[in-house]
């Protein structure tokens, strides 16, 4: 099922399972705190962050150098 062109591979499963472990850990902690919608905007922001580490983990461009491109400049 790895399409060269994007779609659902098997990578995207063990993201698909952190973040759903993510929003139950998200609605257990606001059950803790008394707010469920406050753990819920908690788990989906750090799921996002999840998302950017994981795929950038998966990146196919790792230890390419870009002189123009050190972050720094706009």
Known sequence: ???SKG???RGHTGWA???A???????????????VWFGLII????SIGWLIAYESSR???VGIYDRDDDGAQL
């Open 17 to 19: 399972f952190g973040t």
């Open 43 to 46: 788990a989906a922001a750090v």
């Open 59 to 61: 990146g196919r461009s």
């Open 21 to 35: 472990l993510l929003f139950t850990l998200g609605i257990l902690f606001g059950l803790i705190w008394g707010n």
């Open 7 to 9: 779609g659902w591979t």
């Open 1 to 3: 099922m790895s399409d």
